[in-house]
């Protein structure tokens, strides 16, 4: 069901991205996948689920743990997939809604991020990045950094080169990947 | 019909503000209102540019030009307005799926808003930021830092301090309004 539903996300974006649609994609009774899935938030939240882990797993598997070289290249992938880009970008929003379904995976998710983050940096840099922030300053401006060129490259993919402009964040704190700022 | 749209948005958030809410707080007839903004989306894309002459024309009173101190203070007043910050944050990820009406609007919009922000980086720094970053450089860094702390504040107000946040990438970028890094 949930790759069902990302192939068909990548193909049509997420608004034309129906739960009939990935009903019938996953060979399933639409009544099937609303016993899983109520609604299409959970489905989508489900999807972003799975991505986490099969982004941790990669990593995993690429490079043993996480670095900030990691991230340079988790945004270098997520440049070849705006459809679950797409998705994540707007639920994540659409979250802060009034009692919106996917506000609470989303709280969490940030906090754990945004945590892992920090230990991440501890480990690369020590108690204070090359920069002048500490690794718990750094977390939420390096989150945000992502979060934020990835709707304005999703808006403007022509003018938005969104993996060198991380890469010139990463410069920013403290080291490039050790290629420095490029121009 | 604005101020009253921004009213109702301040005090309910922008799921539970609807057209006809709208019309009656404006002393309108719903069919009025829709004359002048025919959906929510264009209402909303309306508030937020009376927003933004609003921001600007506040920013010229006070300090006669925008500087990097002046996008700290605006950061500060968003953080006394979540519900208009809710309405851009949801409205500008919504915008970058298929055919959204907002869509031109906010591409337009981010386009000028970082050729904006380079014109005041190079103004204060010149063509090299203390960091290392060219001013278009770090412009897109900049309007993302601004948009990804808002989610994150929108989503858990009392762990993000999203002005202090913003203040420490300005340290990063080369000064911090004078304060440098704080701890």
């Given at each position: 069901m949930l790759q069902a539903a990302m192939e068909l996300i990548s193909e049509r974006g997420y608004r034309r991205t129906s739960l009939a649609a990935v009903a019938e994609r996953a060979g399933l009774t639409q009544q099937g996948l609303l016993h899983h899935f109520p609604t299409k938030e959970q489905l989508l939240v489900g999807v972003l689920e799975e991505r986490d882990r099969w982004d941790f797993a990669s990593a995993a598997a690429s490079s043993g743990a996480w670095r900030t070289?990691?991230?340079?290249?988790?945004?270098?992938?997520?440049?070849?997939?705006p459809g679950i880009v797409?998705?994540?970008?707007v639920l994540s929003a659409d979250s802060v809604t009034e009692d919106h379904p996917?506000?609470?995976?989303?709280?969490?998710?940030?906090?754990?991020v945004r945590e892992?983050?920090?230990?991440?940096?501890?480990?690369?840099?020590?108690?204070?990045?090359?920069g002048g922030l500490?690794?718990?300053?750094?977390?939420?401006?390096?989150?945000?950094?992502?979060d934020g060129l990835q709707l304005q490259w999703l808006l403007d993919p022509e003018n938005v080169d969104m993996p060198a402009s991380f890469r010139d964040f990463l410069?920013?704190?403290?080291?490039?990947?050790?290629?420095?700022?490029?121009?």
């Open positions: 070289e990691t991230l340079a290249q988790l945004v270098d992938y997520n440049a070849t997939r797409q998705t994540y970008t996917a506000r609470d995976f989303f709280e969490s998710r940030f906090r754990a892992g983050l920090a230990v991440l940096l501890r480990t690369e840099f020590g108690d204070s990045l090359p500490t690794p718990e300053q750094a977390a939420p401006l390096m989150v945000a950094v992502m410069a920013l704190l403290g080291r490039g990947g050790g290629e420095g700022v490029k121009g």
